[in-house]
T-cell receptor, first 116, second 113 residues
Framework: DQQVKQNSPSLSVQEGRISILNCDYTNSMFDYFLWYKKYPAEGPTFLIS?????DKNEDGRFTVFLNKSAKHLSLHIVPSQPGDSAVYFC???????????????FGQGTILTVHP | DTGVSQDPRHKITKRGQNVTFRCDPI?????LYWYRQTLGQGPEFLTYFQNEAQLEKSRLLSDRFSAERPKGSFSTLEIQRTEQGDSAMYLCASSPIYIYGYTFGSGTRLTVV
């Protein structure tokens, strides 16, 4: 039962253009969403997050959009840089209260390649 | 602050042997998590601790797996009677309480032959 899905295994973008990574979820109890970036031989690195009470959160070149009715979130990277080439994971949590607070459910990942 | 440290980075073991991994979290972090990642998949939750208390275990964690966090500091994950299906990257992460964007270590890659 894949509760968080990233349906695009890979994405290739030209340097300077926009990268859009997508993620869908099925569990209505998820109320906090995150994106992680992972380089080879390293652990995932936290990138940006969004609470379900918002529909947009921005941090520099990175913006996350949340569409709760569609159970869909996306990560926009503008402008894309070659150093952004990595695997991107979206993750979700069913959050506040209860012992599962902080436990994350991850998608399968999307490999982003930014060409110079 | 040197981040989250995991030891060893790589482990090759024969099927049926026991293995133990160690994780040293960021010192002021109360929460410590273990995840497992296989090729082409995202990390899967195994278990987590708040200080020394183990608060949740995944159904993925069979009886052959055990984790400890004595004194709320470092943690160990032991796998007994390893099977080939245990081959994966084992990731540890830590965070302060009520912070989701936790810090991962570089992982321990286990290969069972």
């Amino acid at each position: 039962d894949q509760q968080v899905k990233q349906n695009s295994p890979s994405l290739s973008v030209q340097e300077g253009r926009i990268s859009i990574l997508n993620c869908d979820y099925t569990n209505s109890m998820f109320d906090y969403f995150l994106w992680y970036k992972k380089y080879p031989a390293e652990g995932p690195t936290f990138l940006i997050s969004i609470s379900s009470i918002k529909d947009k959160n921005e941090d520099g070149r990175f913006t996350v959009f949340l569409n709760k009715s569609a159970k869909h979130l996306s990560l926009h990277i503008v402008p894309s840089q070659p150093g952004d080439s990595a695997v991107y994971f979206c993750a979700a949590s069913a959050g506040a209260g209860g012992t599962s607070y902080g436990k994350l459910t991850f998608g399968q990942g999307t490999i982003l390649t930014v060409h110079p | 602050d040197t981040g989250v440290s995991q030891d060893p980075r790589h482990k090759i073991t024969k099927r049926g042997q026991n293995v133990t991994f160690r994780c040293d979290p960021i010192s002021e972090h109360n929460r410590l998590y273990w995840y497992r990642q296989t090729l082409g998949q995202g990390p899967e939750f195994l278990t987590y601790f708040q200080n020394e208390a183990q608060l949740e275990k995944s159904r993925l964690l069979s009886d052959r797996f055990s984790a400890e966090r004595p004194k709320g500091s470092f943690s160990t994950l032991e796998i007994q009677r390893t099977e080939q299906g245990d081959s994966a990257m084992y990731l540890c992460a830590s965070s302060p309480i009520y912070i989701y964007g936790y810090t991962f270590g570089s992982g321990t890659r286990l290969t069972v032959v």
